[in-house]
C-alpha cells in the first residue's frame, strides 16, 4: 500500500476533521446560518485550507484557543498547530463568508468563485504570507481528468489540502458513495459505504493505492466531510463524472504554491 498525505495533521475542531458547516445553523442571522448550513461546503473547504496552509493565527491575533496539555507533535516537530476551539472557528468562518465568499439561500459557490475568494485573500494578505511562509500561492479551477490525480497527489506533498467537487449531476438522481474504514477479525483494513452524496466539495487530505486479494489496484481518496473521515474510491468518482457530470462540475481546485526567490 503507498499513501500520500498531509505532511501536517489536518485541522481538529474539538475532535473533528475538519468543519462542517452545519454547525452554523443556528448562528448569526437565521436565514444565513441555513444558508450556510445547506450550502456552505465550499465555504468550509476553502477556510479550512487556509488555515492549515497559513496556520491557525489567521482566525485573529487575540483569540484564545484550548491547548490539550500534551499538544501532539507535526510531523516537523513542532506543536500541533491543527486543534482550534470551535467557537473561534466559526467565527472565522463567519468572517471569510462576509468578506470572502458569500452564500445565499439556495446557492453555494462555483468553483470559479471558490478560486476568485481564495486569490483575493492571497492579494491581500501578500505580505504576511510571504513572510510566514516564503512562498506565493495563486488558486485556480479545474485541471485535465487526466492529470487530477496527479495533481492532487502533488498539492499534498505540499502539504496543500485539495479541494474536489462532486458536481451536482443535474436532472440525475444518482449519488456518490462515502466509506468509512474498519478493521476485520484479521486486523485488515475494511471499508463500508456508510452514506453518499453529489452537488458537493470534500477535502482530500490523502491518496491510499493498494492492490485487493483479488490482484484489482484501487485508489481511495481521503477526504474530510461534515467534520469526519471518509474515503472515496477515486474509480467510483470518475465514473460518477462521466455518467452523470462533466469534469468543469466535477474537479478539483489547484493551488500552485510558487517559492519565493
Known amino acids: 500500500m503507498k499513501y500520500t498525505g498531509l505532511k501536517n495533521n ?3 475542531v474539538e ?13 448569526g442571522r437565521p436565514w444565513k446560518g441555513r444558508a450556510i ?25 487575540g483569540a484564545v484557543e484550548k491547548r ?33 465568499f458569500h452564500i445565499f439561500p439556495k446557492l453555494g459557490l462555483s468553483g470559479i468563485l471558490l ?28 485541471v485535465w481528468p487526466s492529470r487530477m490525480l496527479d495533481t492532487i497527489k502533488s ?5 496543500i489540502p485539495v479541494i474536489l467537487s462532486i458536481g451536482p449531476g443535474f436532472f440525475r438522481k444518482n449519488k456518490l458513495k462515502f466509506y468509512r474504514k474498519n478493521k476485520n477479525a484479521s486486523g485488515e483494513d475494511t471499508y463500508k459505504a456508510v452514506t453518499e452524496t453529489k452537488d458537493h466539495y470534500v ?6 493505492e493498494a492492490k485487493l486479494q483479488d490482484k484489482n489496484d484501487i485508489t481511495l481518496l481521503e477526504i474530510s466531510s461534515w467534520g469526519k473521515k471518509y474515503y472515496v474510491n477515486y474509480s467510483e468518482y470518475q465514473a460518477f463524472v462521466r455518467k452523470n457530470d462533466n469534469y468543469y462540475f466535477s474537479n478539483i481546485l489547484y493551488i500552485k504554491k510558487k517559492p519565493l526567490s
Not at 91 to 97: H, L, N, S, T, V
Not at 203 to 208: D, F, H, L, P, S
Open 15 to 27: 475532535g473533528s476533521f475538519g468543519g462542517n458547516q452545519e454547525w452554523l445553523k443556528e448562528e
Open 203 to 208: 477535502t482530500v487530505t490523502g491518496v491510499i
Open 115 to 142: 478560486a476568485l475568494g481564495l486569490n483575493l485573500y492571497f492579494l491581500i494578505h501578500r505580505k504576511m504570507i510571504k513572510q510566514q511562509s516564503g512562498c506565493t500561492y495563486h488558486a485556480r479551477w479545474a
Open 10 to 12: 489536518y485541522i481538529d
Open 155 to 159: 498539492m499534498l506533498d505540499d502539504d
Open 68 to 100: 490539550s496539555e500534551n499538544e501532539k507533535e507535526s510531523t516537523s516537530g513542532s506543536a500541533d498547530i491543527s486543534l482550534i476551539e470551535r467557537e473561534n472557528y466559526i467565527r472565522f468562518i463567519q468572517f471569510m463568508e462576509r468578506r470572502y
Open 37 to 61: 448550513s445547506g450550502y456552505g461546503c465550499g465555504l468550509i473547504g476553502a477556510s479550512d485550507l487556509l488555515l492549515h496552509v497559513l496556520g491557525r493565527d489567521i482566525i485573529s491575533q
